[in-house]
């Protein structure tokens, strides 16, 4: 801080240098010094959920008349002006830090006690008469507030994520609607398969993601039991009030408009990370479905001329700096890519919720940092991957068309017609002369052409029906 403006203030540890126009006080400053390791800060949903807490939590006090009423208005004006968009850049611990997030719930009872104080009159790093700890903190330990903060940032944040999935499952129902007439050969093992419709690939793409959806929605509600209120080790410690919790619950569900429910055992949610752990899984398995999807989207418009090409994805940009011409599949390698990301993020996480001892997880901040980086990649890309990507593919109908007629998985539909075993002879002399299904079977006298016809119609084959009653 060398040629900066100063103030010193006093902390338990004795004093410490603050640059004079900070709204955070010597512990936060402590832990500047102490963590310089990433660059990165909380995530603003965090700091809006703890901002959310801290509002709740002086209305609380207040309405039980543990905090009079002269100190809670200008703890709640300093609330409502970081939610409006003030002073977000005082929030500067890094994301890594002391553990159980000691130093972001100081930081945020700093800032709010320094504003407080200032609507008042007085200087910063004065304290007097709003004090971080005794006033902003009341009722309350960074043990209960900061996994409060987390579940409230995970539904806020959620909610977008899950808005994004809606909007990507709608765009590719709505592929599976357009190709729905676009008769072509599937693929399992990488080979030649019974006949599929391109439509019902994209449908099953839209399903997989609505239903990733419905489990991320699933895993959030475990998150609406807050720890609030469990003070230090779930007992309550310091709230000096009975109706605290559920009086801070309820303000917290009103000032923050998502429903919440007091928490069955307060211990229990201050001891267990499980909520966040199965949010973070149901991201996973999220990641794992769209890069599955992603993958698939790449293969089915490799080439243009030596790959399947059975689609065509908008070109966003030129794909090399080499190679004239080059179009490469710029969105799907993306969300690879977010993908990727997401399921190291869960790793973390995971290594995170199991290390939690006894009362408390002191992992706490890493496990909050992913999760909402997950979100936040996620509910970014998404809508831009559903736009310029998912809407705008077409289909190459002729190709698709001729890979349904030359592939040797039609002989499967053959089999209640001409018998296993004929049908597999056949495959394997289609293999071996590059001749047709079609063309053996009528070079053999094996079907007439128009009971080939009828056996082969796309609408037969890609929807179950008794061959022996004719088209379903």
């Known amino acids: 801080m060398s040629g900066?403006?100063?103030?010193?203030?006093?902390?338990?540890?004795?004093?410490?240098?603050?640059?004079?126009?900070?709204?955070?006080?010597?512990?936060t400053q402590r832990a500047v010094e102490n963590f310089p390791v990433s660059g990165l800060r909380a995530h603003p949903a965090l700091v809006r959920a703890m901002i959310l807490v801290k509002l709740a939590s002086a209305r609380a006090n207040r309405d039980l008349g543990?905090?009079?009423?002269?100190?809670?208005?200008?703890?709640?004006?300093?609330?409502?002006?970081?939610?409006?968009?003030?002073?977000?850049?005082?929030?500067?611990v890094d994301v890594f830090q002391a553990?159980?997030?000691?130093?972001?719930?100081?930081?945020?009872?700093?800032?709010?006690?320094?504003?407080?104080?200032?609507?008042?009159?007085?200087?910063?790093?004065?304290?007097?008469?709003?004090?971080?700890?005794?006033?902003?903190?009341?009722?309350?330990?960074?043990?209960?507030?900061?996994?409060?903060?987390?579940?409230?940032?995970?539904?806020?944040?959620?909610?977008?994520?899950?808005?994004?999935?809606?909007?990507?499952a709608d765009a590719l129902a709505t592929k599976g609607r357009e190709f729905d007439g676009v008769t072509k050969s599937g693929r399992t093992?990488?080979?030649?398969?019974?006949?599929?419709?391109?439509?019902?690939?994209f449908a099953a793409y839209a399903e997989a993601v609505r239903r990733a959806g419905a489990a991320l929605d699933r895993a959030l509600d475990d998150c609406r039991e807050p720890a609030l209120g469990g003070s230090a080790a779930g007992t309550g410690l310091n709230t000096h009030h009975e109706n605290y919790a559920a009086t801070a619950i309820l303000?917290?569900?009103?000032?923050?408009?998502?429903?919440?429910?007091?928490?069955?055992?307060?211990?229990?949610?201050?001891?267990?990370?499980?909520?966040?752990?199965?949010?973070?899984?149901?991201?996973?398995?999220?990641?794992?479905?769209?890069?599955r999807i992603a993958n698939d989207l790449r293969l089915l418009a490799s080439g243009p001329r030596t790959g399947l090409a059975e689609i065509r994805l908008p070109a966003v940009q030129p794909g090399s700096s080499i190679m004239p011409g080059k179009v490469n599949p710029s969105m799907a390698e993306c969300l690879n890519m977010v993908a990727m990301q997401v399921v190291g993020n869960d790793a973390a996480v995971a290594m995170a919720v199991q290390a939690g001892q006894l009362e408390l997880n002191v992992m706490m901040p890493v496990i909050a940092h992913n999760v909402l980086f997950s979100m936040e990649i996620l509910k970014n890309f998404l809508p831009v991957f559903a736009e310029r990507c998912v809407r705008g593919i077409t289909a190459d109908a002729?190709?698709?068309?001729?890979?349904?007629?030359?592939?040797?998985?039609?002989?499967?539909?053959?089999?209640?017609?001409?018998?296993?075993?004929?049908?597999?002879?056949?495959?394997?002399?289609?293999?071996?002369?590059?001749?047709?299904?079609r063309e053996l079977i009528l070079e053999k006298g094996l079907m007439t052409e128009a009971d080939l016809a009828q056996a082969l119609d796309p609408q037969r084959v890609t929807e179950p029906h008794d061959p022996k009653r004719g088209a379903p």
């Open 251 to 291: 303000h917290l569900a009103r000032v923050s408009g998502v429903i919440l429910r007091p928490a069955k055992d307060l211990r229990h949610a201050m001891q267990s990370m499980a909520p966040m752990a199965g949010v973070s899984a149901a991201l996973r398995n999220l990641a794992l479905e769209l890069t």
């Open 66 to 92: 543990k905090l009079d009423a002269a100190l809670a208005q200008p703890i709640e004006q300093a609330c409502e002006e970081v939610l409006g968009g003030k002073l977000l850049d005082q929030w500067v």
């Open 398 to 437: 002729e190709r698709c068309r001729a890979y349904f007629e030359s592939s040797v998985g039609l002989a499967t539909i053959l089999c209640p017609y001409i018998g296993y075993a004929k049908a597999a002879e056949v495959a394997k002399e289609s293999v071996a002369t590059g001749k047709t299904l």
């Open 99 to 168: 553990g159980a997030g000691t130093s972001f719930n100081m930081n945020a009872n700093e800032v709010l006690a320094n504003r407080a104080n200032e609507l008042l009159g007085r200087p910063l790093g004065s304290y007097q008469p709003v004090h971080p700890n005794d006033h902003v903190n009341m009722s309350q330990s960074t043990n209960d507030t900061v996994p409060t903060a987390m579940h409230l940032a995970a539904i806020l944040l959620g909610g977008e994520v899950l808005a994004a999935l809606g909007g990507l």
């Open 4 to 27: 900066q403006a100063y103030r010193i203030e006093k902390d338990t540890l004795g004093e410490v240098r603050v640059p004079a126009a900070a709204y955070w006080g010597a512990q």
């Open 189 to 201: 093992h990488l080979q030649d398969a019974v006949p599929i419709r391109l439509g019902q690939e």
